[in-house]
């Protein structure tokens, strides 16, 4: 059991650490409106990350029979997605943000919201899953519905782990920071999520 759950954080890190389209936003919205926002943001990718891992131990092959039947559409849709979501940010003006104390109606569930959006739609993250669930050895025919369980529970918690570190020690800079300086943080953050959509859509339509 206790291998299981070391297996099931270290897989939750793995899937979180990278600095992707989810890492940059959580960093650009710690920053812009406070912790609890970046916080929210992880919230909605690992939620995401969760229902994936969920249907990778359990509804496996079906779901990569649609992938596989359907993977222009889906990685040519996930990449403009990705794409137009950073040309938000990029455009986005830290000044208009909500500050740490402000409480707005549905902000911090609008965050997690278009986190979870961005993150479920791309569905390739399963085979990342089942790279990783082979590397770890994390499940097998013969684990029991109880360990499962508990496996998925530890993904989730390695997951929820970097999220909070992440925000931690974003928002520690925080007050070094000017509008500017957010600014351009913002621009960098949007150039960088609209660059890794742009890559994602000149490799769907040149496979």
Not at 18 to 29: A, D, K, Y
Not at 70 to 91: A, M, T
Request: some cysteine; aromatic content about 12%.
């Amino acid at each position: 059991m206790l291998e299981i759950i070391i297996k099931g954080i270290l897989i939750g890190l793995c899937i979180s650490v990278p600095l992707g389209p989810i890492g940059m936003l959580t960093i650009q919205r710690t920053l812009n409106k406070g912790p609890k926002y970046g916080i929210a943001t992880g919230l909605g990718a690992t939620l995401s990350d969760l229902i994936y891992t969920i249907v990778t131990l359990f509804f496996l092959s079906f779901v990569l029979d649609i992938i596989e039947e359907n993977r222009f559409v889906i990685q040519l849709v996930g990449s403009l997605v990705v794409v137009f979501f950073g040309y938000y940010i990029f455009k986005s003006n830290p000044i208009t943000q909500p500050k740490p104390n402000e409480l707005l109606k549905h902000s911090l569930l609008s965050d997690f919201a278009t986190s979870f959006g961005l993150t479920f739609s791309n569905p390739l993250v399963l085979f990342v899953l089942i790279a990783l669930f082979a590397r770890f050895e994390f499940i097998g025919n013969k684990t029991t519905l109880f360990v499962s369980v508990c496996g998925i529970l530890s993904i989730l918690g390695g997951a929820l782990l970097w999220w909070n570190l992440l925000t931690f020690l974003v928002s520690r800079f925080k007050n070094r920071l000017n509008i500017r300086e957010l600014r351009i943080i913002n621009q960098i953050t949007g150039f960088i999520i609209m660059l890794i959509g742009s890559v994602g859509l000149i490799f769907s339509l040149v496979e």
